[in-house]
């Protein structure tokens, strides 16, 4: 499972709060990636982090942002959330054998009332 | 626009037989796509990955094969078993994109039955 670990693994919540997730790696990769994943949709890039407080958006970044202050942290905020942010969320590092893949964590299942 | 298309959403096969997974691009470059396994409640497994000068790769009783004139990799899965049943995902990284960022198709269910 490469180490990674996500938290909350469930999550229920009200429109309009602030929800944050964490993804927590052990080995020191440099690169990682929060996705989403929703029926009819597949798995969706909402942001990624290729080191330490240096971030850039995905496809989906619209009412996300994230942080990422040490290698093995990056924080997912869903800054007001909103039923549309209903989904799951993976959080992913890039692997180096071989080269390219992306190892991922168990993902966390939202639920915006 | 940019697609990855898998072709089947659902795909039922009996045991012993061999399952074809198709997975089609359009408007990528892909230096090298990649097959995931997942399974419900979980996230995504890597399987194979094969690159754009390769034509086939096998691991145990998985192959891939890479058509980059025909913009598609095939993902066989011989001697199927039913604890092959799960979603599997198709993902390239595009040559003109940035810093390992993989694009992935929607899945194909496979439900391998005794």
């Known amino acids: 499972d490469a180490g990674i670990t996500q938290s909350p693994r469930h999550k229920v919540t009200e429109t309009g709060t602030p929800v944050t997730l964490r993804c927590h790696q052990t080995?020191?990769?440099?690169?990682m990636y929060w996705y989403r994943q929703d029926p009819g949709h597949g798995l969706r890039l909402i942001h990624y982090?290729?080191?330490?407080?240096?971030?850039d958006k995905g496809e989906v970044s619209d009412g996300y942002s994230v942080s990422r202050s040490k290698t093995e942290d990056f924080l997912l905020t869903l800054e007001s959330a909103t039923s549309s942010q209903t989904s799951v969320y993976f959080c992913?590092?890039?692997?180096?054998?071989?080269?390219?893949?992306?190892?991922f964590g168990p993902g966390t299942r939202l639920l915006v009332l | 626009s940019q697609k990855i298309e898998q072709n089947s959403e659902a795909l039922n096969i009996q045991e012993g037989k061999t399952a074809t997974l198709t997975c089609n691009y359009t408007?990528?470059?892909?230096?090298?796509l990649q097959w995931y396994r997942q399974d419900p409640g979980r996230g995504p497994v890597f399987l194979l990955l094969?690159?754009?000068?390769?034509k086939e790769k096998r691991k145990e009783r998985l192959k891939v094969t890479f058509d980059t004139t025909l913009k598609q990799s095939l993902f066989h899965i011989t001697a199927s078993q039913p604890a092959d049943s799960a979603t599997y995902l198709c993902?390239?990284?595009?040559?003109?994109?940035?810093?390992?960022?993989?694009?992935f198709g929607r899945g194909t269910q496979l439900t391998v039955w005794p």
């Open positions: 094969i690159r754009e000068n390769e």
């Open positions: 993902a390239l990284e595009d040559r003109g994109s940035t810093l390992g960022r993989l694009y």
């Open positions: 992913a590092i890039r692997g180096t054998s071989p080269s390219g893949t992306q190892y």
């Open positions: 080995e020191n990769h440099r690169y």
């Open positions: 408007n990528y470059s892909p230096a090298y």
């Open positions: 982090s290729y080191g330490v407080k240096d971030t």
